[in-house]
């Protein structure tokens, strides 16, 4: 890692904490953007006629365009670096939102959903490679489950907070709301994150100590770097890797993604709460996801790692234990009581929770030279077209059989498919040859 401007210091700082805690500040408020649209179900309904597909397809619009930036976005990451892309990206959210505020019809909803796709698509492929920039392989699980984390403490918090908001100003004074967190956000990135090499606040020892734990080497901005380049792109979708971390993301993401579109609605339709008290439900789901994110994913994963377990196994058993106890989902099918249903959804929840920063983390791990972006790219493609497809395919099966019931199951059946892959396709973590 090249220095230039060194803080001289004997001591191992704690920079890199910092950093690793404006990602997850970030993603905080990227999960408010996304997740407000959930709470708007009635009001849209009532104000342009949304019936339960219309209002899928508008939650997926989001998805589709996310999804799909993902490739050349992990590109541009991989030439200009982090700190350009993102501080752009961060000012493009809250635009997004006021437009979504000022929408006149469902044609202009999808509009501004479908550029608030295009401007939160680099958010988790930058903290991949932000973290692989800042901190020793030793570190990577907590400070992934950092802004990993962020994202379900986010759906803890913002349907509640969305909910009162809507209730009280109205479902435009909520997104009007979103955008100016948004705009916050872009301030605080743009004043305080820098990479490494450009930071004037990293001590020596720090940046020793990051760069002696395997740090990722900083691509110079706009620079053409050795490794995998765009035209290489063919190259990595070559590789069974590639395609066992991809599908096993996948099926995380679809479950991820019905939670996050259609909780909410499960709650109210399946049991008849109103939208607060299905809030306060979803609440509790997500505080447990979050606890769950952080400590098994986070710091349980490298308290064993650094005790001298195998990292290759502790990561492996991680990912397939997350996706296993996603199963319990489908308890939910089986009890008309709320209380019974939220445990299951709970445990869920907790499961996929902890599998997502051990995902996160991999890119960083298995991406050839100058690669990371274009690895987490390719990664979140896949994975945001499961929740791209999510709320789609919830929104026509709700619609036709006026149930949950089938929806549930179907996502328990794609979890079979994420863990096949992680068992059979994904391999040792370890990084994918150069090209030749």
């Known amino acids: 890692m090249a220095r230039s401007i060194i803080a001289p210091a004997e ?59 993902q490739i050349p976005v992990g590109y541009i990451l991989d030439r200009y670096g982090v700190m350009v892309i993102s501080r752009i990206a ?36 930058a903290n991949a490679k932000a973290v692989g920039y800042w901190f020793p392989r030793t570190e990577r699980g907590l400070a992934t489950s950092l802004f990993d984390g962020a994202a379900k403490l986010s759906n803890a918090i913002a349907v509640p907070f969305t909910a009162w908001l809507m209730l009280t100003f109205g479902w435009r004074g909520m997104f009007w709301t979103t955008a100016a967190l948004s705009l916050i956000f872009f301030g605080l990135f743009y004043a305080f994150y820098r990479n490494p090499s450009r930071d004037k606040r990293l001590t020596h020892a720090e940046a020793e100590y990051i760069r002696k734990g395997g740090a ?45 579109t259609w909780l909410p609605g499960y709650l109210t339709t399946t049991f008849g709460v109103n939208i607060l008290k299905a809030a306060g439900y979803a609440f509790v789901i997500w505080i447990v996801g979050t606890i769950a994110d952080l400590v098994v994913g986070g710091w349980l994963v490298d308290y064993l790692i650094r005790r001298g377990n195998d990292a290759n196994r502790v990561r492996k058993t991680f990912l397939i234990l997350g996706l296993v106890l996603g199963f319990a989902v489908i ?82 059946a794609i979890l079979i498919v994420g863990i096949a892959s992680y068992v059979w396709l994904l391999g040792r973590i370890e990084p994918i040859p150069d090209p030749a």
């Open 11 to 69: 001591r191992v700082t704690n920079l890199r904490w910092g950093i690793a805690l404006i990602l997850g500040f970030g993603v905080l408020i990227n999960y408010i953007d996304r997740g407000a649209l959930s709470v708007a179900q009635d009001p849209l309904h009532k104000e342009l006629g949304l019936g339960p597909a219309e209002f899928g397809f508008l939650s997926s619009a989001f998805f589709a365009v996310y999804a799909f930036c």
């Open 90 to 125: 961060a000012g493009l959210w809250g635009i997004a939102s006021a437009l979504t505020a000022l929408a006149p019809s469902y044609a202009t909803i999808v509009a501004a959903r479908m550029f608030l796709g295009v401007a939160e698509a680099p958010t988790f492929p």
């Open 216 to 260: 990722e080497p900083e691509t110079p901005a706009g620079a053409s770097a050795a490794g995998v380049g765009f035209n290489d792109f063919g190259y990595l979708l070559t590789r069974g890797k590639m395609w066992g971390l991809t599908i096993g993301f996948t099926a995380y993401d679809y479950l991820f993604g019905f939670l996050l």
């Open 331 to 412: 308890g939910a099918v089986y009890t008309k009581d709320i209380n019974v249903a939220v445990f299951w959804i709970a445990v869920a929840a907790a499961g996929i929770s902890f599998h997502a920063p051990v995902a996160w983390s991999i890119p960083a791990l298995i991406a050839p030279r100058n690669a990371t972006g274009q690895v987490g790219g390719i990664m979140n493609l896949f994975g945001n077209l499961g929740t791209f497809f999510a709320p789609l395919i919830t929104g026509l099966i709700v619609a036709n059989t006026h149930s949950f019931s089938v929806a549930l199951l179907t996502a328990g």
